[in-house]
Nanobody, 123 residues
């Protein structure tokens, strides 16, 4: 059974950091494109960052480009999203997903999704 599991969300103060993890079970990340998306209440889901797993090539949405870093650990079959300098506009449920197209941050290009992890930014 193909499954993606996110973890690492939580409550952090503005300016703080969190690292999200996305672990795959039932399959191995190889040529997949692994994306991080987020959805805040009342808003559409938006793409944040994606990585071509085989090459490590990364892509970012403009608003997070300097603050967030996506990376992978081949041995652990895991993709991370390091989030620094978190802002009040960053809180959302963050999802990871596995997709077909490199560099695409549109959710309909992704086939498998995790359940999400909540990120809250508050003082």
């Amino acid at each position: 059974q193909v499954q993606l599991v996110e973890s690492g969300g939580g409550l952090v103060q503005p300016g703080g950091s969190l690292r999200l993890s996305c672990v795959a079970s039932g399959f191995t990340f190889r040529n997949d494109n692994i994306g991080w998306f987020r959805q805040a209440p009342g808003k559409e889901r938006e793409g944040v960052s994606t990585i071509k797993y085989s090459t490590g090539t990364t892509y970012y949405e403009d608003s997070v480009k300097v603050r967030f870093t996506i990376s992978r650990d081949n041995a652990k079959n895991t993709v991370y999203l390091q989030m620094n300098s978190l802002k009040p506009e960053d809180p959302a449920v963050y999802y990871c997903a596995s997709g077909r197209a490199e560099g695409v941050l549109l959710d309909w290009w992704y086939d498998y999704w995790g359940q999400g992890t909540q990120v809250t930014v508050s003082s």
